[in-house]
Nanobody, 113 residues
Framework: EVQLVESGGGLVQPGGSLRVSCVVS????????MNWLRQAPGKGPEWVST????????IYTDSVKGRFTISRDNSKNTLYLQMNNLKTEDTAVYYC??????WGKGTLVTVSS
């Protein structure tokens, strides 16, 4: 059974930082494109970032470029998203996904003063 479990969400003030993690089991982690997506209250899902397993290429949506960093540790089957200089508009449930086939249940990030 494939499982993706996110953690690390919480409440943070604007301008603050947070790192969310995603532990993956049930598939060969190192061979999959891994993605972060998010869904803000009342809105549809939005793709945030992708990390390629072979080239190591990192891709970001424009609104997070320069602020968010995606990374992976294949030895730990874990995906990370370091989020700096957070803004209120970053408030959302953050999901990790293997390709777009398998998704976790998400972790809530709230940016508020």
């Amino acid at each position: 059974e494939v499982q993706l479990v996110e953690s690390g969400g919480g409440l943070v003030q604007p301008g603050g930082s947070l790192r969310v993690s995603c532990v993956v089991s049930g598939l060969t982690f190192g061979t999959w494109d891994m993605n972060w997506l998010r869904q803000a209250p009342g809105k549809g899902p939005e793709w945030v970032s992708t990390i390629d397993p072979d080239s190591g290429d990192l891709i970001y949506t424009d609104s997070v470029k320069g602020r968010f960093t995606i990374s992976r540790d294949n030895s730990k089957n874990t995906l990370y998203l370091q989020m700096n200089n957070l803004k209120t508009e970053d408030t959302a449930v953050y999901y990790c996904a293997a390709g777009l086939h398998y998704w976790g249940k998400g972790t809530l990030v709230t940016v508020s003063s």
